[in-house]
T-cell receptor, first 112, second 116 residues
Framework: SQTIHQWPATLVQPVGSPLSLECTVE??????LYWYRQAAGRGLQLLFY??????ISSEVPQNLSASRPQDRQFILSSKKLLLSDSGFYLC???????????FGEGSWLTVV | GESVGLHLPTLSVQEGDNSIINCAYS??????FIWYKQESGKGPQFIID?????DKRQGQRVTVLLNKTVKHLSLQIAATQPGDSAVYFC???????????????FGKGTHLIIQP
């Protein structure tokens, strides 16, 4: 069966510091991969998605970036965090021909 | 604009009663709908899905109903249990020329509270 892991689960970072959140998927090949952000009391905002290695589509312009160095690895990064970057970040995967996406457990980011 | 939304932000039900969570969508081109359950501090979990060529689909204690005429989707949970406490939200998939799930749009969610 397919599993998705993301880490770290929780982190507190000062303003201006870098960020790296990592996500890996097991049990499937060539998945679509996604990064979402969920602010408190709000819905899911799609940040980035990838349909293959090195292929990244950005949905929202911001100081975050994403990379997909391997087929089942997706990384969310920032060079300098802002207070507004605080939130719950979710990695997700979906099949190339499927309509459903499946989420990881999420990473809580607090920028102080 | 096109949107997926929920009628009620909070729903409180007695343990053992049935719960009905509603969702409205505005894009008639949407052909696939999903319900997710999100427990506090966790990622959303897939519950059940339905395609637009269906009106009803049943799972374990859950039923999803789709009314394409009024663009309405509902999730029914039978015999609600304390473990059902969570935020539930629907999602729709809209057709993009490239295919894939990048067109998934999520509602903001309904918080289901179970009263003992």
């Amino acid at each position: 069966s397919q599993t998705i892991h993301q880490w770290p689960a929780t982190l507190v970072q000062p303003v201006g510091s870098p960020l790296s959140l990592e996500c890996t998927v097991e049990g499937t090949s060539n998945p679509n991969l996604y990064w979402y952000r969920q602010a408190a009391g709000r819905g899911l905002q799609l940040l980035f998605y990838s349909v293959g290695i090195g292929q990244i589509s950005s949905e929202v312009p911001q100081n975050l970036s994403a990379s997909r160095p391997q087929d089942r690895q997706f990384i969310l990064s920032s060079k300098k965090l802002l207070l507004s970057d605080s939130g719950f970040y979710l990695c997700a995967w979906g099949g190339q021909t499927g309509n459903t996406i499946y989420f990881g457990e999420g990473s809580w980011l607090t920028v102080v | 604009g096109e949107s997926v939304g929920l009628h009620l932000p909070t729903l409180s039900v007695q343990e053992g009663d049935n719960s009905i969570i509603n969702c409205a969508y505005s894009n008639s081109a949407s052909d696939y709908f999903i319900w997710y359950k999100q427990e506090s501090g966790k990622g959303p979990q897939f519950i059940i899905d339905i395609r637009s060529n269906m009106d009803k689909r049943q799972g374990q204690r859950v039923t999803v109903l789709l009314n394409k005429t009024v663009k309405h989707l509902s999730l029914q949970i039978a015999a609600t249990q304390p473990g059902d406490s969570a935020v539930y939200f629907c999602a729709e998939n809209r057709e993009y020329s490239g295919g894939g799930a990048d067109g998934l749009t999520f509602g903001k969610g309904t918080h289901l509270i179970i009263q003992p």
